[in-house]
């Protein structure tokens, strides 16, 4: 298998102004994407790749400058799962995102200063509704596929609504169609402890000490929910790191350590009102809103592969069967692929193999569909 | 049903030192405790029942003062599942607590300060060793049943192994033989939140402002642990309390807004350092500790009851399995029920009606085996 280095490149919105689901207007709006392989003459073989709550653009390959490899390079590339040999794939960062798109850390024109919580309320729709642009720009009329787990998967669901003749597949992952109180519970928690962080200051912390303590601890909660108890024990068991005499509330045992870690490092690359707006997005998320399930997809002639991993309790397998049962109502040629695996939510970015075999083997169906 | 109002007892250790299973000394140590019914000529009526992370010595009645109800009021008391016209039942706040008994927040006779940090680190052993103190003080020679569930059944455990001819029977409930890293990683991120809270101070508060959002953070934490999907999704739904429009990362949701009120009332009752000793003790607690599974409670003569609860994710039926299979390999008589209800952890406190009918036939039985 070759490397490839890749690059980001920067897509101004036009027109100047995006009118968002609640209303209000937002712009300029910069989308930062990268791409792999090439897009065929015909342009039938782009694929939208769209990424989770601390994901990016960049989804494969590595970077020029600083050689940081991909989110789901594992599964793209070429002669790789999503061959970009054969495929032309695009991923963006989201907007309201903190990796090159507009975002709460952007410059608001009318103040010169950053938005803060200025920024408005953003919705899953309106990530995709810039998508959907970006998509235009590149002069692609129809994706073969838009895939992506987590919340990524929420945008997945949203483009087989919104933009149902511009995919000729989808392909949502690990994900639901709304959230659960326990969904919201965890992610409410993650923000309070961003909130209650001092250097939170109502979001204006730009230019002075980011809340990075309260980011740290809401990335801990996260990946305690991201794993599951099985791939913990296996990773950690209970083994010590310090003697216990040493104790003095540090990191103790390694499943500390861990977490610590994840939370610290996450601090360098994140930004807290980010978080704080991107997980609002994914709570007030909800496709069904009342409408009976049949109806939800209905007239979608998308191809559909839903993908669960029966130890993620994140995002358990009923919601992905849920969607599923959604589809199959409306008539929409859907497959279902529950995956064993003991990586929790995580394992949508790790357990590779199988998923990126059954993803490789639907694509392929769908192209010879052509 | 009559109700009975409860007055509380202190109890202060003899001799005047403990030595901890650290190997460090404590000493004076007063322990605040409650009775409920009357100890027979017997002396063979008393049950000890052991409280969990949040609880305290009152389970059971009213106080005078403020009419507080007792935390297990529906299962303890005249007429009730644990009979208090029958049994004499004896609840004590834990070592480490700071609920009348000694703990980080009392006052350290060698600097006349409170201990804070420099308060021993203690574990579910030495907390179990100060109950027996207690119980000798109370003229008792041997309780008819040790009872309680999650950190309390921890205690339940510990009586079974370290007092074994002390108890006639056990009843560990919604508990574990030793914590998994991922109830070892909730833990240590509610810990987190509170010594991030810079009112923490290294835990030297006393007099000043408490670091009540870090401990709030962790009660909310705890409670979504507490909780099952079902239950929150029964009780809050998807919600919205403000109007979306409202919208400044305060709370929206119902579930969100019962997270707050929940960490909030929590503050008012529970010192932040006790919080981060108990949840140690509870992460340290290993009673299986490489043994092998049918040595555990070899020889133990006492009857045992282990009860879970099938929504309960935080300490998984499972875990109670495991007890039992240790009680049945060590031939100990043993009794398992696995409880439907959706209430989650909480179960414990909440799904008195079919745990108390089985608690109270099992009392029954051991009480007839006399």
């Known amino acids: 298998m070759h490397n490839i280095k890749t690059k980001q490149f920067t897509f101004a919105f036009p027109p100047n102004e995006l009118i968002l689901e609640s209303g209000k207007k937002l712009g300029p709006i910069t989308i930062a994407y990268e791409t792999y392989g090439k897009l065929n003459k015909e342009k039938t073989n782009a694929i939208l790749v769209t990424h989770a709550l601390s994901g990016d653009a960049h989804a494969s390959g590595s970077?020029?400058?600083?050689?940081?490899?991909?989110?789901?390079?594992?599964?793209?590339?070429?002669?790789?799962?999503?061959?970009?040999?054969?495929?032309?794939?695009?991923?963006?960062?989201?907007?309201?995102?903190?990796?090159?798109?507009?975002?709460?850390?952007s410059i608001n024109p009318n103040t010169k200063k950053e938005y803060a919580t200025d920024f408005p309320i953003i919705s899953i729709g309106d990530i995709v509704n810039v998508q959907k642009e970006l998509v235009g720009h590149l002069n692609i009329n129809k994706l073969l596929s838009v895939i992506g787990g987590s919340m990524g998967g929420m945008q997945v669901l949203q483009w087989m609504i919104t933009y149902p003749e511009k995919i000729k597949s989808a392909i949502p992952i690990a994900t639901t169609m709304k959230h659960t109180p326990q969904q919201i519970a965890f992610n409410e928690v993650g923000r309070q402890a961003i909130i209650s962080d001092p250097n939170w200051k109502k979001g204006r912390y730009y230019g002075s000490k980011i809340p990075a303590k309260g980011l740290a601890l809401a990335r801990m909660i996260g990946h305690i929910t991201y794993m599951s108890d099985d791939s913990m024990k296996i990773k950690f068991g209970r083994r010590f790191k310090l003697n216990k005499e040493n104790y003095k509330f540090g990191a103790e045992f390694e499943v500390e350590e861990y977490l610590h870690y994840r939370g610290d490092s996450f601090v360098k690359r994140f930004d807290p009102n980010s978080y704080l707006y991107i997980t609002k997005a994914m709570d007030y998320f909800n496709i069904v809103n009342g409408k009976r399930l049949g109806s939800i997809f209905k007239g979608l002639k998308a191809k559909v592969l839903v993908i669960s991993f029966k130890s993620d309790w994140l995002y358990p397998s009923q919601q992905s069967q849920k969607i599923v049962k959604a589809c199959k109502l409306a008539w929409v040629k859907t497959t279902y692929c529950n995956i064993s695996s003991n990586y929790g939510h995580d394992a949508f970015l790790l357990e590779v193999k199988e998923e990126g075999q059954i993803i490789k083997h639907f694509l392929n169906s769908v192209l010879s569909k052509d």
Chains 1, 2 share one sequence.
């Open 63 to 105: 970077h020029e400058e600083d050689g940081i490899v991909g989110w789901w390079d594992k599964l793209i590339g070429p002669e790789k799962f999503i061959d970009t040999n054969k495929f032309f794939v695009i991923c963006s960062n989201i907007l309201g995102g903190c990796r090159g798109s507009t975002g709460p850390a």
